[in-house]
């Protein structure tokens, strides 16, 4: 079982960077693929970015792709997601999710509650 909690979402301007979190529970957090996921208003949740368990590898999509980086800190048992160029269409409830694979088709076993990034214009 991981629980996870995200934090680091606000209220940031257009152009502007957040950082998100997401502190895992359990031991097993480093065996874990960990992705980002978010879900705007009146749409599906759509997948934002993914990470290796061992960090090595990682996966965009391309909305976010060179705007956005996903990285990880086993000893921590938390993942980040570094996001600059923030444009209001970036607006959404963020989650984090653990799971099997780093591929953005992979299947997530467990999920955050979520944390709001609101971009003004």
């Known amino acids: 079982q991981v629980q996870l909690v995200e934090s680091g979402g606000g209220l940031v301007q257009a152009g502007g960077s957040l950082r998100l979190s997401c502190a895992a529970s359990?031991?097993?957090?480093?065996?874990?693929?960990m992705g980002w996921f978010r879900q705007a208003p009146g749409k599906e949740r759509e997948f934002v970015a993914a990470?290796?368990?061992?960090?090595?590898?990682?996966s965009y999509a391309d909305s976010v792709k060179g705007r956005s980086t996903i990285s990880r800190d086993n000893a921590k048992n938390t993942v980040y997601l570094q996001m600059n160029s923030l444009k209001p269409e970036d607006t959404a409830v963020y989650y984090c999710a653990a799971g099997s694979s780093w591929r953005p088709s992979g299947v997530m076993d467990y999920w955050g509650k979520g944390t709001l990034v609101t971009v003004s214009s």
């Open positions: 990470i290796s368990w061992s960090g090595v590898s990682a």
């Open positions: 359990g031991r097993t957090f480093s065996t874990y693929a």
